[in-house]
């Protein structure tokens, strides 16, 4: 199925080709959307012109591009990678930044980490392990296509508040595409668009949610710790964060199931074809685990061990000193060594008397899906130039001069310009412009800055609507089981839950934890 089209997934599985040509196929289809394609230039030379003379030239030029990209984003008028380009033409073209600048974005470490991952992905498909896990998984979690999401779900979640957003996504997105393609076996007319959509979100809406229970779980978090620490001398302890986070990650986890599965995309789906049973059945057909799956598994699993353990045995006193490289080991580093390992690691042992032949060829890269790794480059070129050119302090200006309202319309206009803002720009780029200000907003109103400093943690933490806004989404957005339509359909409900739930935790919750009252 094309990301960007709303037709119905291919009935039966074919080759891994097919699979991975269609999961990296952006044409927008026969009909052109002419509309879409002047509404988004037009729109953004508008926007430009009516913002005020408060925000530069440079602000006003970023802040009328992001428009024009959001527009052909969420319409589809061009191609999804072809809009992630524009900031290569537009950005030179208004003198906001060089083009080696504008260009570094797109080969930022996070898109090699994906890279690795898609490929790390590729070799479990060629294995066939991707069959053996999609089997287990409905196994352990149920038949039901609502049990699946909500299994996937809680495992996302709970993998994320401990590794990184990106990395949890490539781990997770591959085992739920398995699923959906094992139950397209089964019975063609099995997996319609909607719980494939409710599937690949919420993956994709889990890691999110999850990365929020703890100070490690999102970069966001970590520096909300450093700023309360640095300027309201205010030292936020691991275990006091959970107390917050935890709950909260825990309900909006729950809604955002109830939302995807019962609300906007229920499926007439209740059961997989043929239940356990069938299940059961698949797996003994499986036999034994073959060669090429054993070593499949064993660099996803190092490659899993280097990215969730290594970061703490790296920080133990006598590791540091024996082994300090090891704190050097980035994710990107792990992910690009496990595609190397597959692309020179022999499939079978020489015992089988099968040949030499790697897990993986060359031929296989032409099977990555380059649109997906534009689409992430385009979005942290934009996000780039929303803190160069200064929009990005110039909108948390305008949130401070609102400081004569009451303070739940200022909460919830802060955090609505949060949860808006991260939509196309870095989550940490908005924290950081957004902390200073918040600070001063409540001293100014005469509450806690910890407690508007969280309030905008969380705001900047939950963003659902666009490919670009996580890293999460754009990998869910990659597998080709979701379009951004419907992505923008399930992320506004979700951005209107946290909005509330935010507000509700800073008048409940976190007067509770901090012992500080509004």
Not at 22 to 44: E, H, S
Not at 50 to 59: H, I, K, T
Not at 70 to 80: H, K
Not at 99 to 105: F, G, H, Q, T
Request: glycine share 8%.
């Amino acid at each position: 199925m094309s990301p960007t089209s709303s037709s119905k997934p291919p009935a039966t599985s074919g080759s891994l080709a097919e699979e991975a040509d269609k999961a990296d196929t952006f044409d927008i289809g026969p009909k052109r959307n002419v509309a879409g394609l002047l509404a988004g230039p037009i729109a953004g030379l508008l926007l430009a012109l009516v913002l005020p003379d408060s925000l530069a030239f440079e602000g006003r030029a970023v802040a009328g591009c992001a428009l024009w990209m959001a527009i052909w984003w969420m319409t589809e008028a061009a191609p999804i990678p072809v809009t992630s380009l524009l900031p290569l033409v537009l950005f030179p073209l208004f003198g906001l930044d060089t083009l080696r600048n504008v260009a570094a974005p797109y080969a930022d470490p996070v898109v090699f980490l994906v890279m690795g991952g898609v490929i790390l992905a590729l070799a479990t498909q060629r294995s066939n392990l991707h069959h053996r896990v999609a089997l287990l998984t409905i196994r352990a979690v149920g038949t039901r296509p609502s049990q699946i999401v909500l299994g996937m779900m809680l495992a996302s979640a709970f993998v994320s508040a401990w590794v990184s957003n990106t990395a949890t996504a490539v781990i997770m997105v591959p085992i739920g595409v398995s699923i959906l393609r094992l139950v397209r076996d089964i019975d063609r007319h099995a997996v319609d668009d909607k719980f494939a959509a409710a599937m690949m979100l919420g993956i994709a809406y889990g890691v999110t949610i999850g990365s929020m229970a703890t100070l490690i779980g999102q970069p966001p978090t970590a520096l909300m710790k450093a700023y309360l620490g640095s300027e309201q001398s205010f030292d936020m302890q691991f275990g006091q964060w959970m107390l917050v986070g935890v709950p909260f990650a825990a309900v909006m986890l729950m809604i955002t199931w109830f939302v995807l599965t019962k609300i906007v995309f229920r499926t007439a789906l209740k059961e997989i074809p043929g239940g356990s049973g069938l299940i059961h059945s698949e797996l003994a057909r499986q036999g034994r685990i073959t060669t090429p799956e054993r070593r499949v598994s064993a660099i996803f699993l190092l490659a899993i061990f280097f990215w969730v353990a290594v970061p703490y045995i790296a920080d133990l006193p006598l590791v540091a000193q024996t082994l300090p490289f090891l704190s050097t080991i980035s994710d990107p580093q792990v992910a690009m060594a496990a595609a190397i390992a597959c692309f020179l690691l022999p499939a079978h042992a020489r015992s089988e008397g099968r040949g030499s032949a790697p897990l993986l060829g060359w031929s296989s890269a032409k099977d990555i899906p380059w649109g997906l790794l534009l689409l992430f480059g385009g979005g942290l070129s934009l996000s780039a130039m929303f803190t160069e050119a200064g929009l990005s302090a110039w909108i948390g200006q305008q949130v401070g001069a609102l400081q004569g309202l009451p303070l739940v319309v200022i909460v919830m206009i802060a955090a609505a310009v949060g949860l808006g803002l991260t939509e196309l720009t870095s989550n940490t780029a908005t924290a950081a412009a957004f902390f200073p200000i918040m600070g001063a907003v409540a001293a100014g109103i005469g509450i806690n800055p910890v407690l508007m400093t969280i309030v905008m943690t969380l705001a900047v933490c939950s963003a659902y609507m666009l490919p670009v806004a996580t890293p999460s989404n754009a990998v869910a957005f990659g597998s080709g089981e979701v379009s951004i339509r419907q992505m923008v359909r399930a992320g506004i409900w979700l951005n209107a839950v946290s909005l509330v739930l935010i507000v509700l935790a800073l008048y409940t919750l976190l007067p509770l934890v901090f012992g500080v009252s509004i």
